[in-house]
């Protein structure tokens, strides 16, 4: 079975200028998840998807992050612009329901450094 | 919200010995509680999980933690520490969030393996 998978691995950047990720799920699973883990702490919810509709997106800075999944399988995840506290890796994870259904299974994740 | 406080930042054990990472949660109910670990440029992956049967959880790799009420708390331990144990584990709690059940993690404990 295909794992999670995430690109691009790594990607440096200039503060304010912008990036994308994109993360592919386990097929079959309904619920998505984007987390963001800065160096030396844990991952942080940033927006869950199940199917295609959004069900948190609360710790989600939107005035600078975006994401989207728009047929319930792959999904993108946009900051524009970045600033230099941006830099962490970007988890993504899926499940086939929710956190009680099951295991979250993560992708290898992408690293972001803003300079 | 919930909240997961992992004690001890780094361990180092001796090739042989036991391990033992502490997590303690906060929650006025019982939650569903979960052990990740992280290899080195790699995604999270369940060690194992707590969802309100047995108190006394195994996983994989000869890992256990046992859920004890009382003192809201979720340890990991494994009797004989191998080299191949090297690795951040990440206590997580469920937690209820906009819409939907999520993941709360704690900061993380680095676990050193000495020969």
């Known amino acids: 079975e295909a794992g999670v998978a995430q690109s691009p691995r790594y990607k440096i950047i200039e503060k304010r200028q912008s990036v994308a990720f994109w993360c592919n799920p386990i097929?079959?699973?309904?619920?998505l998840y984007w987390y963001q883990q800065i160096l030396g702490q844990g991952p942080k919810l940033l927006i869950q998807f199940q199917n295609n509709g959004v069900v948190d997106d609360s710790q989600l800075p939107k005035d600078r992050f975006s994401a989207e999944r728009l047929k319930g399988v792959d999904s993108t995840l946009k900051i524009q612009p970045a600033k230099l506290e941006d830099s962490a890796v970007y988890l993504c994870?899926?499940?086939?329901?929710?956190?009680?259904?099951?295991?979250?299974?993560f992708g290898e994740g992408s690293r972001l450094t803003v300079l | 919200a919930q909240s997961v406080t992992q004690l001890g930042s780094h361990v180092s054990v001796s090739e042989g010995a036991l391990v033992l990472l502490r997590c303690n949660y906060s929650s006025s109910v019982p939650p569903y509680l979960f052990w990740y670990v992280q290899y080195p440029n790699q995604g999270l992956q369940l060690l194992l999980k707590?969802?309100?049967?047995?108190?006394l959880v195994k996983g994989i790799n000869g890992f256990e933690a046992e859920f004890k009420k009382s003192e809201t708390s979720f340890h990991l331990t494994k009797p004989s520490a191998h080299m191949s144990d090297a690795a951040e584990y990440f206590c997580a709690v469920s937690d209820l969030g906009q819409g939907a059940q999520k993941l709360v993690f704690g900061q993380g404990t680095r676990l050193t393996i000495n020969p």
């Open positions: 707590y969802t309100s049967a047995a108190t």
């Open positions: 097929s079959g699973h309904a619920t």
């Open positions: 994870a899926s499940s086939l329901g929710g956190v009680a259904a099951g295991e979250l299974f």
